[in-house]
């Protein structure tokens, strides 16, 4: 979620990145927009080879799994799973593709995906999976078509979503009420996860709310940033009741 560096815990190019993308609205549907082909990155020793205990699926640029940063299979394995699509871990919802590569410069969907699993694998003995789910193009941008279909799609297989992402009320509207908020709030027994934004701004302020971190559902938890070292509230986070 949102947040400034890591502290030196991982090597670059992926330090010093910001933890949070601002969802660019455009009226396209962003199919093939960055005309790239892939070959898929999912045969890696990364893939699980059983699934067991939590699903969490990362909306963001997708994963590169070939920077040093993972230690462990821990890609979901979607092996014997009918899923539709020919879905090997993820899916790239900006080419409509089956490899969810990052091709960002930051590697943002990479650096979120490496902070959750370093927590699970450092602070608790659960078992866990990550399914990356490309909605950003390599520019940081996404159509809110884009997300939609992602957390539509997420929706159906997670038991935890990040959203490392948001925007503030602006001219396009707040979105509430409508089909992301819905999605969220159909499906109560998966926990979303949102950044509360990087503006310190107090969310709970007239005209200042950020979404999707500030949709009422009880399964939205809104996270802001600490500083290195401390648990203080990092002076660009933003924060609320």
């Given amino acids: 979620p949102s947040g400034g560096g890591n502290g030196g815990l991982y090597p670059n190019p992926i330090s010093n990145v ?31 080879t059983i699934n067991d205990g939590i699903i969490i699926a990362v909306i963001d640029t997708g994963i590169d799994t070939s920077l040093p940063v ?7 394995n979607a092996e ?8 090997i871990s993820g899916w790239d919802f900006v080419n409509n593709i089956n490899d969810p590569y990052d ?54 297989y997670a038991d935890i979503i990040n959203m490392s992402f948001g925007w503030k009320n ?38 200042d709310a950020h979404y999707p971190s500030n949709y009422p559902q009880s399964n939205m938890y809104a996270i802001g940033a600490s500083n290195q070292g401390d648990s203080n509230v990092a002076n660009y986070s933003n924060f609320g009741g």
């Fill in 18 to 48: 910001d933890y949070e993308f601002k969802l660019i609205i455009n009226n396209n549907i962003s199919t093939n927009l960055n005309n790239i082909n892939y070959e898929s990155e999912f045969t890696s020793p990364y893939l699980k």
């Fill in 170 to 207: 602006d001219a396009f509207g707040d979105f509430q009420n409508t089909i992301l908020s819905s999605l969220i709030g159909d499906n109560p027994n998966v926990i979303t996860v949102a950044s509360a934004g990087n503006y310190n701004n107090d969310n709970d302020g007239i005209g």
């Fill in 80 to 87: 014997g799973i009918d899923t539709g699509e020919d879905m």
């Fill in 103 to 156: 091709n960002n410069p930051g590697k943002h969907g990479t650096v979120v995906s490496s902070i959750i699993f370093d927590e699970f694998r450092l602070r608790t003995t659960k078992a866990f999976q990550i399914m990356p789910i490309k909605a950003f193009k390599s520019d940081g941008t996404a159509s809110y078509f884009d997300v939609l279909c992602a957390t539509n799609f997420a929706m159906d």
């Fill in 70 to 76: 993972f230690s462990a299979p821990f890609l979901y």
